[in-house]
T-cell receptor, first 111, second 115 residues
Framework: GQQLNQSPQSMFIQEGEDVSMNCTSSSIFNTWLWYKQDPGEGPVLLIALYKAGELTSNGRLTAQFGITRKDSFLNISASIPSDVGIYFCAGPSNSGYALNFGKGTSLLVTP | SAVISQKPSRDICQRGTSLTIQCQVDSQVTMMFWYRQQPGQSLTLIATANQGSEATYESGFVIDKFPISRPNLTFSTLTVSNMSPEDSSIYLC????????????FGEGSRLTVL
């Protein structure tokens, strides 16, 4: 399947700081999605992007679909302790409607 | 979205045994998938569960090891057969609601530990 390279692998920040993570693909995507996974839970969809250049916000989260259609980033502004978790980017797989996932960015926020 | 319930939520299993995981959705869905998440890793697609026919498996996964059933549009099972410690993972059921958006929704996962 398509290779998704997500970075950074982990981040350790203080409450109130902004965070940025990104994902690149080996092939062109027509959809980018960002998920968050809390410990012991399944991934939860945060933001879905459908058009190159699209910039979409969900509260303190903002994600952009890169103009080349091979990359996306997720920003979190003014982080809070409940932002702790693993963030995954995802894009279409070769298997119909399934998704391929990046390796995840583990975020730790200290009060 | 949809409410996706998985059972069991966690289990400890003995080597050589098999365990069946159930996934129940609160609405009819076209597409259901099973993913595996090994400790500290990302999600890997095992197979697409097809209603009324055999599942479609990804490279590296075979029906004898991971038999899947999907008798209707709201229910699926994944069996992990002849388990070994390497099968210790979280197994996740996922659905696409048929809106063509590509958005997948996930159950809470079934965490299996094989001793």
């Amino acid at each position: 399947g398509q290779q998704l390279n997500q970075s950074p692998q982990s981040m350790f920040i203080q409450e109130g700081e902004d965070v940025s993570m990104n994902c690149t693909s080996s092939s062109i995507f027509n959809t980018w999605l960002w998920y968050k996974q809390d410990p012991g839970e399944g991934p939860v969809l945060l933001i879905a992007l459908y058009k190159a250049g699209e910039l979409t916000s969900n509260g303190r989260l903002t994600a952009q679909f890169g103009i080349t259609r091979k990359d996306s980033f997720l920003n979190i502004s003014a982080s809070i302790p409940s932002d702790v978790g693993i963030y995954f980017c995802a894009g279409p797989s070769n298997s119909g409607y399934a998704l391929n996932f990046g390796k995840g960015t583990s975020l730790l926020v200290t009060p | 979205s949809a409410v996706i319930s998985q059972k069991p939520s966690r289990d400890i299993c003995q080597r050589g045994t098999s365990l069946t995981i159930q996934c129940q959705v609160d609405s009819q869905v076209t597409m259901m998938f099973w993913y595996r998440q090994q400790p500290g890793q990302s999600l890997t697609l095992i197979a697409t569960a097809n209603q009324g026919s055999e599942a479609t498996y990804e490279s590296g996964f075979v029906i004898d090891k991971f038999p899947i059933s999907r008798p209707n549009l709201t229910f699926s099972t994944l069996t992990v057969s002849n388990m070994s410690p390497e099968d210790s993972s979280i197994y996740l059921c996922s659905v696409e609601l048929g809106r063509g958006t590509g958005e997948l929704f996930f159950g809470e996962g079934s965490r299996l530990t094989v001793l």
